[in-house]
């Protein structure tokens, strides 16, 4: 089936406002992740989802950060009071199962924020 | 904690040139190793994977062999094309469920 898709692809907001990101995993597959990915800083992981577990929270680098998972599927990340440091680009990736060192994680095209 | 070194970058290289992009993880335990390429405006999508020892993981003509004994997993590839224009990131998954990403290393490649 189709990949993992995100959105919105793009996003420009201003300091102190909130952002809601998108993400709508492979069908079928059971773990959802989402990372960071800051220019020069490669990729830092930020939150796990797996089936109806609680989360792994984690990485996650402040309380104005927080993500659901609604029915398994679909996951929504939400930035709230942006600041500057937040521009990034958030990737979401998907699995078909979890706890397995050998499992591939398939990502997302990305949503690049950007925080005036 | 675990953790995934490799090359700075950018590389620049021309067509048909001897590819290398070192790479070397700190980990506890047997981690399976990857490489995740980055085209352009794409995302991240996976090269090639090793998930023991002495495994040799391959892919559109690159490749990178599981060392323990110098905790590396370098990767190469014999010619290289102007289509291999990207970003590479070296990752490593030690079973708890999240990847460890290098910072990764920008590849460019003259016509």
């Known amino acids: 089936g189709a990949g993992v898709s995100q959105s919105p692809s793009n996003k420009v907001t201003e300091k102190g406002k909130d952002v809601e990101l998108r993400c709508d995993p492979i069908?079928?597959?059971?773990?959802l992740y989402w990372y960071r990915q800051s220019l020069g800083q490669g990729l830092e992981f930020l939150i796990y989802f797996q089936g109806n577990s609680a989360p792994d929270k984690s990485g996650l680098p402040s309380d104005r950060f927080s993500a659901e998972r609604t029915g398994g599927s679909v996951s929504t990340l939400t930035i709230q009071r942006t600041q500057q440091e937040d521009s990034a680009v958030y990737l979401c990736?998907?699995?078909?199962?979890?706890?397995?060192?050998?499992?591939?994680?398939?990502f997302g095209p990305g949503t690049r924020l950007t925080v005036l | 904690g675990d953790s995934v070194t490799q090359m700075e970058g950018p590389v620049t290289l021309s067509e048909e040139a001897f590819l290398t992009i070192n790479c070397t993880y700190t980990?506890?335990?047997?981690?399976?190793l990857f490489w995740y390429v980055q085209y352009p405006g794409e995302g991240l999508q996976l090269l090639l994977k090793a998930t023991k020892a002495d495994d040799k993981g391959s892919n559109k003509g690159f490749e990178a062999t599981y060392r323990k004994e110098t905790t590396s997993f370098h990767l190469e590839k014999g010619s290289v094309q102007v289509s291999d224009s990207a970003v590479y990131f070296c990752?490593?998954?030690?079973?708890?469920?999240?990847?460890?990403f290098g910072k990764g290393t920008r590849l460019h490649i003259l016509p």
């Open positions: 980990a506890t335990g047997y981690p399976s």
């Open positions: 990736a998907s699995s078909p199962r979890s706890g397995g060192r050998t499992d591939t994680q398939y």
């Open positions: 069908s079928g597959h059971t773990a």
């Open positions: 990752a490593l998954n030690n079973g708890d469920d999240k990847i460890i």
